[in-house]
């Protein structure tokens, strides 16, 4: 089975749209939910004591350690893609 590589690209991208829609739409559905006070309550504690503060540093926010690493192992394989090559 011969698929090309932008087929394989878009039939990806298109699964990744479809979870996207579908994690929304639960996502919207869970927020219109009706809850009970002291639930919201702990939940805004939890949220306010859990949150990163900017006097936390760098790495208190979780999604910018992840891209920074991300980052790293992507400069690591061009840098040794180059190195490799003829």
Known sequence: M????L???LHCL???LLGMASGSAMYTGSKRMPVHKSM??????IYETCRP???AGP???PLEVSSASVSSIIRRSFAFQ???SP
């Open 53 to 55: 503060t900017p006097a």
């Open 2 to 5: 011969n698929v090309s590589g």
């Open 82 to 84: 180059s190195d490799a």
């Open 14 to 16: 298109a699964v990744c």
């Open 40 to 45: 919201a309550d702990v939940s805004n504690i």
């Open 7 to 9: 087929a394989l690209l």
């Open 59 to 61: 790495l208190a926010d």
